[in-house]
């Protein structure tokens, strides 16, 4: 049986993994499956993700991440909506 878990070496490789998975289901019909997962990984931004990018003292970076959380944060307001997504 193969790991499940990614464990990234850093948030650049943490925000790729992320963005990778949201690009798979963005289009996707909202569920409230899709929606607990979604806001799964919007957390993981907000938390952990987000305090190692303080960490790593990238402001460039951080303001990266910033801006991810507020389009995965739209998504969701859009979705709930029935409105489609048309961001990236």
Not at 3 to 12: A, D
Not at 37 to 42: E, I, S
Request: hydrophobic share 35%; no cysteine.
């Amino acid at each position: 049986m193969q790991n499940r878990y990614v464990k990234p070496q850093n948030v650049k490789e943490a925000m790729i993994i992320i963005q990778d998975l949201f690009n798979k289901y963005r289009h996707e019909p909202l569920t409230n499956e899709l929606l607990r997962y979604h806001q799964n990984l919007t957390n993981r931004l907000q938390t952990d993700i987000y305090q190692a990018a303080q960490l790593e003292g990238n402001d460039f970076q951080t303001k990266q991440l910033a801006g991810m959380i507020t389009a995965m944060q739209d998504w969701t307001r859009l979705k709930v909506a029935g409105r489609p997504f048309r961001g990236k």
